[in-house]
Nanobody, 120 residues
């Protein structure tokens, strides 16, 4: 299973960006999907998560500004980021728990990361 993230870039404070991450390969089912981020000199942190059924959870500092969603038919997760702040600057990584065709166990997969830079 491969995860391909896109949509990062440079934006001014209070601007918006939409990240996408598509899972591909021999996929039987994609379960939980998440977005993490890692700023320079800091540990990777969970930003938002969504279950296959659509239940969501957010880091406190992005609640009300970010929205995670998914399209199960496309095995794709999105992160709509509004009212961006300079402290949101980081590399954003997508993550998925998925079951491959012919396998019974769920495994975790990471995307390659996409840079989000918010200027003040």
């Amino acid at each position: 299973v491969q995860l391909q993230a896109s949509g990062g870039g440079l934006v001014q404070a209070w601007g918006s960006l939409r990240l996408s991450c598509a899972a591909s390969g021999s996929i039987f089912r994609v379960n939980a999907m998440r977005w993490y981020r890692q700023a320079p000199g800091k540990e990777r942190e969970l930003v938002a998560s969504i279950t296959r059924g659509g239940a969501t959870n957010y880091k406190d500092s992005v609640e009300g500004r970010f929205a995670i969603s998914r399209d199960n038919a496309k095995n794709t997760v999105y992160l709509q980021m509004n009212s961006l702040k300079p402290e949101d600057t980081a590399v954003y990584y997508c993550y998925a728990q998925a079951i491959q065709i012919g396998e019974g166990a769920e495994n975790a997969y990471w995307g390659q990361g996409t840079q989000v830079t918010v200027s003040s």
